[in-house]
């Protein structure tokens, strides 16, 4: 099991900004590709930012797009977080996966974002 951190999370404003951060054990490289999910407690978690390393392809969920952006560096992804809104708060888990014929999914524990003014 690969151990996958999360950091940056805490409270914004509504309308405010917040980075999140996902530090892999080691290169981002041997994965085909990382993802952040949030969850609200008593719900399932949802897809909100999937970066597929090959071929690239990003995709956003319809909530988050065109204010939140996922990108990567060799050992971290990252999710830039603008105009955030009180919709936005939960539990942001990141996730890496690999494999082509059956596929492995790597979790972190989560970092909390909290949108309220």
């Known amino acids: 099991q690969v151990p996958l951190e999360e950091s940056g999370g805490g409270l914004v404003q509504p309308g405010g900004s917040l980075t999140l951060s996902c530090a892999a054990s080691g290169s981002l490289f041997v994965f085909s590709g990382m993802a952040w999910y949030r969850q609200v407690p008593g719900k399932q978690r949802e897809l909100v930012a999937e970066?597929?390393?090959?071929?690239?392809q990003i995709k956003y969920t319809d909530p988050v797009r065109d204010r939140f952006t996922i990108s990567r560096d060799e050992y971290s992804v990252s999710l830039q977080m603008n105009s955030v809104r009180p919709e936005d708060t939960g539990v942001y888990y990141c996730?890496?996966?690999?494999?082509?014929?059956?596929?492995?999914?790597?979790w972190g524990q989560g970092t909390q974002v909290t949108v309220s003014s």
């Open positions: 996730n890496a996966y690999s494999g082509s014929f059956v596929r492995d999914d790597y």
């Open positions: 970066f597929n390393f090959t071929p690239p």
